[in-house]
């Protein structure tokens, strides 16, 4: 059977996931925090974004392409940055860099990765996208501005709705510490998944690498926390300015969820804006990010970058029909990697096309641009 017929959705992908990773490793990367609230908001708010059906239109072939930060892709979706990514699976930083660059699609590595810019740089070619989680210490942020730039991260995304450590209750429950301890429980899980424990015997127990050249102090620390707390400061516009004036490239702000923040935002010279609530994993009381979408939109020109709740290529043109210009999804390449190994990239990216080609099909949409004149709106 072809991986069409046996995994023709990305929850097909994740189910096989889940069976070849740790449970404590599975509860890291699949929880949120509180109640989890939010990834069920997420999920309602997508599925009330409807469109008008389309007849007697003839036949078209649809145009995905889109232009964003003066690029133009031949999709409007990338592989957003997560955290200890090669936790979730063996090398996933530079095996997914790696397909980024194959596919011409973003990749975007995370500070607190388990790889470092320097590592996952070459890999990720021009596709490349550092997410910065902003240290204290003006000469460690300038450091690893530097390193990023020189690895050849083009465009900077500062994570603005980190101010601080978010509980994340099932993740501890699960078992999950930083960096992982193999306890007799975490052993046992491990020595379930064959697939997972080879890999990480070669590449070594993950930890964030990026950080190892300034992690030399210690203190007590949450479980579920890690050494980047004790670097990393809540950023302020101060902040924002000084990461502006010192970095050359494409500059990013995440994590934004109202219009009220959206004019400084253009004045301090920000290239676009990332409207997430970072798939519920830091605060379980707010908003789903579709919601936030159209008045975010409204209030600026700047190109929006969205996420949070994607679940395949409809949900990628909900959101590319209220406003964004561009979607990124980080768990669904991670479950595809973990379902199928260097195969599963491939076989989520030629899903969600052929999702995306089939919805605007029968909507009657020719190109991206078409969309928000299909919306079905109250």
């Known amino acids: 059977m072809s991986l069409d017929q046996t995994y023709p959705a990305i929850s097909d992908l994740k189910a096989r996931a889940r069976a070849r990773m740790p449970h404590f490793v599975w509860e890291f990367f699949d929880s949120a925090t509180g109640t989890e609230s939010v990834l069920r908001r997420n999920r309602a708010a997508l599925d009330e974004v409807l469109f008008h059906p389309s ?15 003066g690029r133009r892709y031949a999709v409007p979706f990338g592989i957003s940055p997560l955290g200890m990514s090669g936790l979730v699976w063996p090398d996933a930083e530079r095996r997914l860099a790696r ?3 194959a596919a011409g699609i973003p990749y975007g590595l995370s500070t607190v990765a ?3 810019p320097e590592t996952v ?3 990720a070619g021009d596709m490349g996208w550092f997410q910065l989680y902003p240290p204290r210490d003006p000469a460690i942020l300038d450091n690893m501005l530097a390193r990023a730039w020189g690895a050849g991260f083009h465009t900077l995304i500062l994570t603005a709705d980190v101010p601080v450590a978010s509980r994340r209750e099932r993740q501890t429950r699960g078992g999950m510490s930083n960096p992982p301890r193999l306890t007799p429980r975490i052993l046992w899980q491990v020595l379930q998944c064959p697939a997972w424990a080879l890999g990480t015997m070669q590449t070594g127990m993950p930890r964030m690498r990026t950080l190892d050249a300034y992690a030399e102090q210690k203190t007590s620390l949450p479980q579920t926390a890690h050494v ?3 670097l990393r400061t809540s950023p302020d516009w101060d902040y924002l300015r000084r990461l502006r004036e010192g970095w050359q490239g494409k500059l990013v702000v995440k994590g934004v969820m109202d219009a009220s ?5 253009e ?9 997430s609530n970072h798939a519920g994993r830091q605060f379980d009381g707010v908003r789903a990010s ?3 979408l159209p008045e975010i939109r409204a209030a600026t020109t700047l190109p929006l970058i969205f996420d949070s709740g994607i679940e395949g290529g409809l949900d990628i043109l909900r959101g590319l029909a209220l406003g964004a210009d561009f979607v990124m999804l980080g768990r669904a390449w991670h479950y595809a990697l973990a379902a199928l190994g260097d195969a599963g990239p491939t076989h989520l990216h030629d899903l969600l096309i052929k999702d995306m080609v089939s919805c605007m099909g029968q909507i009657g949409a020719k190109s991206l641009a078409d969309l928000p004149g299909r919306l079905l709106t109250p």
């Not at 007849?55 to 930060?69: A, M």
């Not at 923040?261 to 935002?265: F, G, I, Y």
């Not at 004045?267 to 409207?275: F, H």
């Open 55 to 69: 007849i007697l239109h003839g036949d078209f072939t649809p145009d995905l392409s889109t232009e964003l930060l």
């Open 99 to 101: 397909f980024g660059a």
């Open 114 to 116: 388990s790889q470092t």
């Open 121 to 123: 740089g070459p890999e």
């Open 228 to 230: 980047g707390y004790l």
């Open 261 to 265: 923040p959206v004019a400084r935002l």
């Open 267 to 275: 004045a301090e010279g920000v290239d676009a804006i990332w409207v």
């Open 290 to 292: 579709i919601e936030a």
